[in-house]
Nanobody
Framework: QVQLAESGGGLVQAGGSLGLSCAAS????????MGWYRQVPGKQRELVAR???????NYADSVKGRFTISRDNAKNTVYLQMNSLKPEDTAVYYC????????????WGQGTQVTVSS
């Protein structure tokens, strides 16, 4: 019932910037947590950044100071601005919605590739 439509991603040089967007559609009861995860082949999917409906954020230590997550509640859209990109940021990035913030209603985007060359 809920779908997440991602945009952005691509190939950038180390030190460059990239912005990701994800719009949620369908019936969203709370939309408490929206965020971004990333995954490299052979590795576990990891949290990159998350933002609550009220605007509280948390980031993976590896991206603190470089990435900024934001959201527009009226548009049910979450954004990830990625600056000072490093080759180790290369991954498939997935938009995530945890509707109640407790893991009971979780939705995922299809993933978008971010590749950072050195």
């Amino acid at each position: 019932q809920v779908q997440l439509a991602e945009s952005g991603g691509g190939l950038v040089q180390a030190g460059g910037s990239l912005g990701l967007s994800c719009a949620a559609s369908g019936f969203i009861f709370r939309g408490n947590f929206m965020g971004w995860y990333r995954q490299v082949p052979g590795k576990q999917r990891e949290l990159v950044a998350r933002i609550t409906r009220g605007g509280n954020t948390n980031y993976a230590d590896s991206v603190k100071g470089r990435f900024t997550i934001s959201r527009d509640n009226a548009k049910n859209t979450v954004y990830l601005q990625m600056n000072s990109l490093k080759p180790e940021d290369t991954a498939v990035y997935y938009c995530n919605l945890d509707d109640d913030g407790l893991g009971h209603r979780i939705y995922w985007g299809q993933g978008t590739q971010v590749t950072v060359s050195s």
